[in-house]
Every structure is written in C-alpha cells, then in structure tokens.
C-alpha cells in the first residue's frame, strides 16, 4: 500500500471513530436503553464527547513532538470540527428536547444557572473557530492572525470543564478528571512557550555584534 492510500485509510478511521457516538447514541435510543430520561442522558453524552473532542484536540500539540507522530497534525482541524458539532447537538438537544422551545426559560436558565452561563459563552466562543476552519478563511484572516483567534480554545476548554463541573450534583469524578486533563494540556503549552522564548533571547544575546575595542 502506498503512502497516499494508507492515508486516506487512517483519514477514513478517524473520521469514522469520531462519528460512531451518534449510531451508538441512535441505537440505545431506539432500543430503550437511555433510562427514564433519555433527553437528558443524551444531552450529557453528548457534551461530554463534545469535550472529549476538545481535549482531544489540545492534546495533538504535545503529542506529535513524539518520534514518529507529526502525522496527527493532520488531524486536528476534523478533531475540532467534531468537537463543535457534538457540542452544537449538545445545545440543540437542551433547546429542543429539554426546554421544548421555551425561549423564555431557556433565557431564565442562562442568567440564574451558572453551569448555563459558562456553558452557553464555552459555545458562542466555538463558533467563530467553527466559522473560520476553512483554507480560505485562513488565507484571508492570514495565519498569524487566524493562529491568535483560534487560541480562543484555551479559554473554551476550561469553560466547558467547569460548565460540567457546576452541572454534576454527586460524583464529580469526570469533570475532575478533565479538569486535570485540560489543565496538564494548557500547562504544557505555557512550559513551552518560555522554554521558545528563552531560546530565542539566548541565540539572540550570542548574534549581538561585539564592540571592535
């Protein structure tokens, strides 16, 4: 097989791995096996795969440093955009299902519900990202300036962390692990950016012109 097949290959495997929570999501509905509410049990399931994907999607920077992983790069944007639209479903399922269309308690929802509030700027921060994800938004936004508005997500991640955080009442296991998670992505990136900034003074300290005494 040759390198542009297995390509497509791995493109079609993870376009599918990302895709197969909503047959999976589908099947249990339709089989009744949701529980007493499954409107909500959807509505979580589908926030949290939507921040999974966001985690996901932080976690490609570090990982293909890793001999032999500059190819998950590639990946990222698909990542991204699944994380958007699993986080799009989320919010359409509570707006659909949950509040049956009731703008008005949707909106009271958003100002007295803190895990609302959070949840709600985490989405309307995404779409910007989502809006821009295209080759040409990139050659017209240009790539310094694109790279500064996608960076937005180190912001929505946490504040999908702590919009699940805020929501679980009891065990509050996963969003604990996530924040973890996110917290060890986002760190990551700051230990890096001083590390490439104290290069970049050091190499510039050595390419400073010495004074001819």
Request: charge should be positive; proline fraction near 5%; include cysteine.
């Amino acid at each position: 097989m040759n390198r542009r097949a297995r390509d497509r290959w791995i493109y079609r495997a993870v376009w599918l791995g990302c895709f197969l929570p909503i047959p999976l999501l589908t099947w249990w509905f339709y089989n009744d096996e949701l529980g007493a509410n499954p409107a909500k049990e959807g509505l979580h399931y589908l926030g949290e795969w939507g921040l999974r994907f966001l985690a996901l999607g932080l976690a490609i920077t570090p990982l293909r440093k890793l001999p032999g992983c500059g190819w998950l790069l590639r990946f990222r944007r698909t990542i991204g955009l699944f994380a958007v639209s699993y986080i799009a479903l989320h919010l359409i399922v509570y707006v659909a299902l949950d509040q049956g269309f009731d703008w008005a308690e949707i909106w009271r929802d958003i100002v007295k519900r803190p895990y609302i509030t959070f949840g709600m700027l985490a989405f309307l921060l995404l779409l910007p990202l989502a809006a821009t994800s295209t080759n040409a938004m990139i050659r017209r936004l240009g790539a310094r300036r694109w790279r500064s508005l996608h960076k937005l997500v180190y912001v929505i991640a946490p504040l999908g962390v702590l919009h699940y955080d805020l929501l679980v009442k009891k065990d509050a296991s996963w969003p604990h692990f996530y924040a973890v998670v996110i917290a060890f992505l986002l760190g990551y990136r700051v230990v890096d950016a001083i590390r490439v900034r104290m290069a970049r003074r050091t190499r510039a300290s050595f390419q400073q012109p010495r004074l001819v005494q």
